[in-house]
């Protein structure tokens, strides 16, 4: 079999693919596949900087440790309008609305570019007494607030790529954000070790070096997506004309992605509030942590895939008026999901030690990363369910719900846990722990996603997915539909 015929059996367009008919097994497959590889790259940068930081010294692992969650901060500020788009798209992609689908893209791209502009401003003014709040040692604050500066003023080159691929998923492209994802890790890969450890004329740059390759690896990303949806070959097409903002369409991504900017926004203030918790301990600890979270965004692609994938499935679907297909498709992703996330689990738990020894050698690092792999190992499939059933929620429209079910889970329930266990201040900490003892966060992270994704499937089983059509038409946007040469007058719903 020939090389073109093996990729056409594993990716398939957006002409090719029905999301609203047919196989669902099929369709979450090729929509969710090039999904998984996208993540797959995008967590590449991430772990390249890992890797070349492990080398260079064991602080500048801490700090981009410290450094990380702030940046999954920012960005989930964002992503929520992000989210917002690519429901809308879906949605109007579903019910045949191709003229509301592209004003939802066009205006989602220039707010989202206005959103990353002003959080850069003001994550670049007060990084520094953010990253205070961790109480770091001095050396490793200093790497990290130098990482972080240079992040926050590439936002908008990183907001811009993430709008590009939720847009193109809401239309039920996927193949082509994972192309030119593809693209940018390489470029991202090879100046990594050029600016971190310097070469020939280039300085050695160490945390900043990491950042300023991850920053012009992003933007050349978005400067590929945005030329992409202007020529409207693939996917989605937006217009500059479309793209004067509009305040009362804002009003309409707002009420959307607001509650999708919480749920993003509680899983980031988690895991800075679990690191607070985790810089009480050593600095082996904390870098064992920041080890353990990549490791997990790496694990944990497929069921985020499956999760992006069901949104846009179950989008389109509300859209066409499919709600059968919305609950065949939910049970199926939330079956899959556990089983693939529990074979992986398998597999962590049994080479834990090898997977953290990757990114650090250091047997403090190497002892306590393997202990977090152990723990929520046997998790994974649970948090497989979580994610499939919270893609549902927001494809529907239920931004909202998802939201709920996110801040029980880390601000009601992982949070007050970890403290409490891992510094032994009720009597189950006895029986479990050494007191005080970092394995109390880990049991945090595992009971917590037990929890949680029995709190979503019960909440979906239950109908609670229902209600969130966002294709109505007012008399304006239904004159406007007749005309098919004014779309932006849906700004007016």
Do not use: C
């Amino acid at each position: 079999m020939s090389l073109r015929r093996r990729l056409g059996s594993l990716f398939k367009s957006q002409s090719e693919l029905d999301l609203t008919n047919g196989s669902i097994p099929r369709s979450l497959f090729f929509l969710s596949f090039p999904i998984v590889i996208t993540n797959l790259l995008q967590v590449g940068y991430n772990l390249a900087d890992t890797f070349w930081l492990g080398q260079y010294s064991t602080e500048a692992l801490a700090a981009i440790s410290l450094g990380f969650p702030l940046v999954y901060l920012f960005i989930s500020l964002g992503l929520g309008l992000t989210v917002a788009g690519s429901v809308l798209v879906a949605q109007h992609t579903g019910a045949d609305q191709p003229a509301k689908a592209e004003y939802a893209a066009s205006q989602t791209v220039v707010f989202t570019l206005l959103a990353g502009l002003v959080l850069g401003a003001l994550g670049f003014q007060f990084v520094a007494e953010l990253l205070g709040v961790f109480g770091a040692e001095p050396a490793v604050l200093e790497l990290a607030t130098d990482y972080m500066e240079v992040i926050s003023l590439g936002l908008p080159f990183l907001f811009g790529f993430t709008v590009f691929i939720a847009l193109m998923r809401g239309a039920g492209d996927t193949v082509t954000p994972m192309l030119v994802m593809f693209g940018t890790v390489v470029l991202n890969v090879a100046l990594d070790p050029l600016l971190i450890f310097g070469v020939g004329p280039l300085p050695e740059l160490g945390v900043e070096g990491a950042a300023i390759a991850t920053v012009f690896a992003r933007g050349s990303a978005m400067v590929v997506g945005l030329w992409l949806m202007f020529r409207g070959a693939h996917g989605i097409q937006i217009h500059l004309r479309q793209m004067i903002p509009d305040l009362a369409y804002s009003k309409k991504l707002l009420r959307i992605g607001v509650p999708a900017s919480v749920e993003n926004t509680g899983r980031a203030i988690s895991v800075n509030a679990v690191l607070v918790i985790v810089t009480l301990f050593s600095t082996p600890v904390v870098a064992a942590f920041g080890v353990g979270i990549r490791v997990f965004s790496m694990i944990f692609m497929p069921a985020i895939a499956i999760d992006r994938g069901v949104e846009a499935m179950t989008g389109q679907n509300i859209g066409a008026g499919r709600q059968d297909r919305v609950v065949a498709t939910n049970r199926f992703a939330a079956k899959t999901s556990f089983l693939i996330l529990s074979a992986l689990g398998v597999v962590t738990f049994l080479f834990a030690p090898e997977i953290i020894r990757v990114f650090d050698d250091s047997p403090a690092v190497v002892a306590e990363g393997a202990t977090f792999l152990r723990w929520i190992a046997p998790t994974f499939g649970f948090v497989g369910i979580l994610r499939a059933y919270s893609g549902g929620f927001r494809g529907a429209g239920k931004t909202l719900t998802a939201a709920a079910i996110a801040v029980l889970l880390f601000g009601f329930i992982r949070l007050p846990i970890a403290y409490v266990a891992s510094q032994g201040l009720v009597p189950i900490d006895a029986w479990f722990f050494a007191d005080p003892n970092p394995t109390g966060i880990w049991f945090a992270f595992a009971v917590s996603g037990v929890i949680a994704a029995v709190v979503a499937a019960a909440w979906f089983e239950r109908g609670g997915w229902r209600g969130g059509d966002l294709t109505d038409r007012s008399p304006v946007e239904e004159a406007t539909d007749a005309d098919g040469d004014d779309p932006t007058a849906i700004g007016d719903d």
